[in-house]
């Protein structure tokens, strides 16, 4: 009896712990993650104790086979070998970690394609930065703090989610507004969480953690907090969360794993593949960030050391806050939304020399497809870009709080920057190709209008338009019998301001050709 106890006690206790770290999904998922991705770690001093204890190994055999004779040359030429094999593993293993790293760039860009295509047109929207500041304002009465703020493509709408004061709370509120480029309308939606049924939260404690109540319905499935946004299903909150697997052994990656919903007013966690029906991005933005970056790995291993391929998002201040994986929609229609990024060469260059796509949903658990377009002529850097909107249009840009916020794409060879403050925008300027040549350079009312160009392309759209307001002005002129132009009084406001401009930037040129 007591020897049967001696022997079950323990496989009991297996079996014990083994049920229990499968009670506990969330906790078994976390470690899992991390064990895999110390794996390629683990590498280096396996290889160091491999071939380190490969001579000692070699010794006690032969020691088995002859006997108990041995020399003493014997044990130091072990000693020899085994110093050998540890500064020969430690060399192969730091070599591994590197190439490791290479693999792993390889491995995020195998759907990678570089077309010289245009950029699809893309729809202006909003500064995520304006839209982060008005988010605030809008929240009324409720105590809060912001946890999320991500723009919805599908409904053109910034959402917020509001996490609740306290350590064993979930969220609070979800807002959904409207931030117009144009016009002042300020639609928003307010959803409140049942605090008592729906108390989880991402980064929760204990059983209020939100992590912990998807791996109870999916193991081995994780997230990014950054990914995940809130949406109003009429008076209900339902908070998406994108999520991700790991893939490979030696070389570790993650995959689309498809999403998760929790609903605000009941606290249940749904699972599912299908995201047709979810009201804004699917696809992991940290996902997509991680596939640009493995655009350096374009080449071989020695132009991935010495980064002489591939590209990186563009870094020269000027989109400080939000440089890449912009969110934007798609012009034709479709409905179809896209991660957009501008791209500089790796190095000291700070022109955009490619613009990469990736779209916001993809069906399958496989990578979404990577895009990158090569730009002809290239672009300058969106900090150069800036300067020139100061110089050109300094009587709009930029007084009190107004400054130049996101120089996004917006498709073929055309960038947007949007002017105003965070709670007001005012102005966009739009532009072709480098700033220094004769393509046009527009300034626009937030809703689209032309307001003038500092360089209108001969036969654009932006002259054209020019062009036919010349001519009317002209025909209003004669239908009038024609204007004094002495007589200041008889001026419109419109055709006043227009002569201070003019008289302003020939002064200019005179100061400039001095």
């Known amino acids: 009896m007591r020897r049967a106890l001696r022997t079950g006690t323990p496989i009991f206790l297996l079996i014990l712990l083994g049920a229990v770290g499968w009670y506990a999904s969330y906790a078994t998922t976390v470690l899992v993650w991390e064990l895999r991705k110390l794996v390629p770690w683990l590498v280096a001093p396996a290889l160091l104790a491999l071939l380190a204890g490969a001579p000692a190994l070699v010794r006690l055999l032969t020691h088995r086979l002859r006997g108990r004779t041995t020399t003493s040359e014997l044990t130091r030429g072990t000693i020899v070998l085994g110093w050998l094999g540890a500064a020969v593993g430690l060399a192969l293993g730091a070599c591994w970690l590197v190439y490791g790293e290479y693999l792993q760039d390889r491995a995020y860009g195998t759907t990678m394609r570089v077309v010289s295509d245009p950029v699809p047109e893309l729809a202006a929207r909003a500064p995520y930065l304006v839209g982060e500041a008005q988010a605030a304002p809008n929240l009324g009465d409720v105590t809060g703090e912001i946890t999320d703020v991500s723009y919805l493509p599908d409904s053109d709408r910034f959402s917020v989610l509001v996490e609740r004061r306290g350590w064993l709370a979930g969220y609070e509120v979800g807002l959904m507004q409207e931030v117009p480029l144009g016009g002042n309308s300020r639609a928003q939606q307010r959803c409140q969480f049942d605090v008592s049924a729906a108390d989880a939260r991402i980064g929760g404690w204990f059983s209020h953690n939100l992590g912990r109540k998807i791996s109870a319905e999916r193991r081995w499935a994780r997230f990014s907090a950054d990914d995940a946004y809130v949406y109003c299903e009429g008076d209900n909150p339902i908070v998406v969360v994108p999520l991700k697997r790991q893939t490979g052994i030696l070389v570790v990656t993650e995959r689309p794993a498809g999403v998760a919903r929790y609903d605000g007013r009941t ?145 073929g060879s055309t960038w947007t920057a949007t002017l105003g403050s965070e709670q007001s925008i005012r102005y966009r300027v739009e532009g072709r190709g480098q700033i220094n040549g004769r393509e046009a350079t527009c300034l626009k009312s937030a809703d689209g209008t032309l307001v003038r160009c500092a360089y209108a392309a001969p036969g654009s759209p932006e002259e054209q338009e020019l062009q036919r307001r010349e001519q009317q002005k002209q025909r209003e002129q004669a239908a009038d019998g024609g204007t004094d132009p002495g007589d200041l009084t008889k001026y419109t406001d419109e055709r006043l301001a227009e002569l201070h401009r003019r008289v302003a930037e020939e002064v200019d040129r005179r100061l400039k050709e001095r």
Request: charged share 20%.
């Open 267 to 411: 606290g249940k966690v749904t699972i599912t593949d299908d995201t047709t029906k979810v009201p804004g991005p699917s696809y992991p933005i940290s996902l997509a960030a991680r596939q640009r970056e493995g655009t350096t790995a374009v080449g071989g291993f020695a132009d991935w050391w010495f980064e002489r391929s591939g590209w990186d998002a563009s870094e020269d201040g000027a989109n400080e806050g939000n440089e890449s994986e912009f969110t934007l929609r798609y012009r034709d229609g479709s409905g179809r939304s896209a991660y957009v990024t501008p791209l500089t060469p790796q190095g000291e260059a700070s022109s955009v020399v490619a613009v990469s796509t990736v779209p916001t949903r993809h069906a399958g658990r496989g990578l979404a497809p990577l895009t990158v377009h090569r730009l002809s002529p290239t672009w300058s850097s969106p900090q150069a870009i800036v300067a020139l909107i100061k110089a050109e249009y300094r009587d709009v840009c930029c007084w009190n709080d107004d400054q130049v916020f996101e120089v996004a794409p917006t498709g």
